[in-house]
């Protein structure tokens, strides 16, 4: 894997610069019909979490993804674009979060055409530090290229969502809520992910750095201005990359970690950045997970981890300001922790802190509160 990162400066949405920004960084790569061949199936996956529109900074610009397209356009390749976002994998939220996420006008693209196929298929992986075999989405199984396009973005369970976190996107839809029930240990689902990119092997990952997220990432943080574009063969060292931008010790974020343990990636000092100079963000906030949050301690009664849980970790709260009661919390829950008595209400006993309620609430109504007693043991 080429651990080269290109950084190009490009600090607002505009045609002409994300096209300057990507040229010249395609260009530098020495891209050419060696990577790309004439017919190839070119699957670009870009971060649809959740039906916003690009301005709300949530999901990756269309803008961004335009440009790469329009570049593509001489190889004569076919362009799929698609995701499988939080919630169930139906054509009809497909359709929905491609019209509210600006997508639409790529259909009518020659040659390109948005993802509906919601099959899948079981794909083994003996190679699997963690997961010998995954449920991936068959129109990113049957890639003959995949343009891994994520956001920057902080998150509330992973800290951080860059290339290596958009690619869970792969697996379909409620398949993601079996993985958080497994896995609810952050090292483990961090491994996870780490095992899903060696899997997948993206061909090229591209990052949209423009305006990125902070704070109650990946979907109720604060907008950030970042003001880069990244470009990488490896999903690690772009991860290295968008880390630091966030002015996160790379090492921090669970993905980077286990990559780095079990020699899947290098650290940040053994990579190569190549273009402009990457400026970390200033005064980002950045959520605070502890791997406590996610791990029991091991053999204590029931009744004393159930106090535990209660009384120190971090858990969602349901604000019935902004609440709607549209049960999509509800509906995503791994562990079947939420009731819907008029708001929402959580079971701490079953929650496994993995925060999809909060990631997957399109109107802002559910906050992670850290007890006091919590913060001060778990710093
Ligand atoms: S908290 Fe959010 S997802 Fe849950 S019911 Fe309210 S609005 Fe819907
Ligand atoms: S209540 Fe929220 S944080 Fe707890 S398990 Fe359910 S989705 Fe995860």
Redesign the pocket.
């Known amino acids: 894997m080429n651990n080269t990162v290109y950084i190009k400066k490009c600090n607002i949405y505009n045609e002409s610069l994300i096209k300057t920004s990507l040229d010249e960084i395609f260009s530098e790569m020495s891209i050419s019909s060696d990577f790309i061949s004439k017919g190839d199936k070119v699957v670009i996956k870009p971060n649809l979490l959740i039906g916003k529109k690009p301005e709300q900074v949530v999901t990756t610009h269309p803008l961004v993804i335009k440009k790469v397209i329009d570049y593509l356009k001489k190889y004569e390749c076919k362009v799929i674009i698609g995701d499988s976002p939080g919630g169930p994998f139906t054509k009809k939220r497909l359709k929905s979060i491609y019209k509210k996420c600006g997508f639409l006008e790529f259909e009518k693209i020659d040659n390109v055409e948005l993802n509906y196929d919601t099959s899948f298929s079981k794909v083994s992986f003996q190679d699997g530090l963690l997961i010998k075999s995954f449920q991936i989405a068959n129109f990113i199984k049957d890639a003959d290229l995949i343009i891994n396009m994520p956001k920057l973005k902080t998150h509330s369970f992973m800290k951080y969502t860059g290339a290596v976190k958009n690619l869970f996107g792969a697996i379909p839809g409620m398949k993601k809520a079996e993985y958080h029930l497994r896995l609810p240990e952050v090292d483990n689902f961090a491994l996870m992910l780490v095992d899903l990119a060696s899997l997948l092997k993206p061909n090229l990952n591209i990052m949209d750095a423009v305006i990125g997220m902070d704070g109650d990432g990946p979907s109720s943080g604060r907008k950030k201005e970042i003001g880069y574009i990244l470009v990488s063969k490896s999903p690690f060292s772009l991860d290295l990359a968008g880390a630091t931008l966030l002015n996160i010790k790379p090492e921090k974020i669970p993905t980077i970690y286990q990559a780095i343990k079990n020699n899947i990636s290098l650290r940040y000092d053994e990579i190569n950045l190549k273009g402009d100079e990457l400026k970390p963000a200033l005064n980002t906030k950045i959520p605070k997970i502890s791997r406590s949050d996610t791990t029991s301690i091991k053999g204590l009664p029931v009744f004393i981890t159930n106090i535990i849980n209660k009384l120190l970790k971090p858990r969602p709260i349901?604000k019935q300001d902004t609440?709607?009661?549209?049960?999509?919390?509800?509906l995503n829950c791994p562990s079947d922790a939420i009731t819907?008595d008029e708001y929402?209400k959580v079971d701490l006993d079953k929650c496994i802190r993995c925060y999809c309620?909060q990631e997957?609430?399109?109107?802002n109504?559910?906050k992670i509160h850290r007890p006091l007693l919590g913060k001060l043991l778990f710093k």
């Open positions: 349901f609440c709607v009661k549209c049960g999509e919390c509800k819907l929402p309620c997957l609430c399109s109107y109504a559910v």
